[in-house]
């Protein structure tokens, strides 16, 4: 099966700039995950949807973070504007855990991820 | 104190050593475990999700000590190839997953 995809797989920008960043999980899979990995740290969620709807995003700073995942596939995070504090890997994920469904072991696949460095 | 604690290492252990790493998680309400590897500059990849029994897979053991809230990942016959990053993860029910900072391993020959 084809994993999560994501791109784009590298972006620099200067602070205060604007990004986005794109992911689309694999087939059939409801859930779906950003993570930010900051070099030396284990990744951190953003934010949780499944299907459309978001789960958690209580991590998210929304002052300067937004995604969507408009009809419960693909979906795109935005910051803007950045700060050097950005700077990170930005890490895509899905699962099959769904609403109503008993919690399965079933881990995460992730996405390769975007190297964002902020300068 | 951090949700899910992990020893940073470095573990440098020769090939066919065996190494074990521990995990502990702070939210007595996590339900589900899981241990998963992450190569240098690349997406972590899950290795194997640890039951309450235990479980074994090939070469990898991993464990989960409720009562004492760690679980762990035993490496029997260590490989080169088996270097890389560890992470740790708990999951308390509602969807709430928390990772590990990793354990780093470096296999030499």
């Known amino acids: 099966e084809a994993g999560v995809a994501q791109s784009p797989r590298y972006k620099i920008i200067e602070k205060r700039q604007s990004v986005a960043f794109w992911c689309n999980p694999i087939?059939?899979?409801?859930?779906l995950y950003w993570y930010q990995q900051i070099l030396g740290q284990g990744p951190k969620l953003l934010i949780q949807?499944?299907?459309?709807?978001?789960?958690?995003d209580s991590q998210l700073p929304k002052d300067r973070f937004s995604a969507e995942r408009l009809k419960g596939v693909d979906s795109t995070l935005k910051i803007q504007p950045a700060k050097l504090e950005d700077s990170a890997v930005y890490l895509c994920?899905?699962?099959?855990?769904?609403?109503?469904?008993?919690?399965?072991?079933?881990?995460?696949?992730f996405g390769s991820g975007t190297r964002l460095t902020v300068v | 104190r951090k949700e899910v604690e992990q020893d940073p290492g470095p573990f440098n252990v020769p090939e066919g050593a065996t190494v074990a790493f521990n995990c502990t998680y702070s939210?007595?309400?996590?339900?589900?475990f899981f241990w998963y590897r992450q190569d240098c500059r690349k997406e972590p990849k899950l290795l194997m999700s640890?039951?309450?029994s235990g479980n074994e897979d090939g070469r990898f053991t991993a464990q989960l000590n409720r009562a004492s809230q760690y679980i762990s990942l035993l490496i029997r016959d260590s490989k080169l190839s088996d270097s890389a990053t560890y992470l740790c993860?708990?999951?308390?029910?509602?969807?709430?997953?928390?990772f590990g900072a990793g354990t780093r391993l470096f296999v030499k020959a």
């Open positions: 994920a899905s699962s099959l855990e769904g609403a109503g469904q008993r919690q399965e072991n079933y881990g995460y696949t």
């Open positions: 087939s059939g899979h409801a859930t």
């Open positions: 949807f499944q299907n459309n709807g978001v789960v958690d």
């Open positions: 939210n007595s309400a996590s339900q589900s």
């Open positions: 640890v039951y309450s």
């Open positions: 993860v708990a999951n308390t029910g509602g969807f709430k997953t928390i």
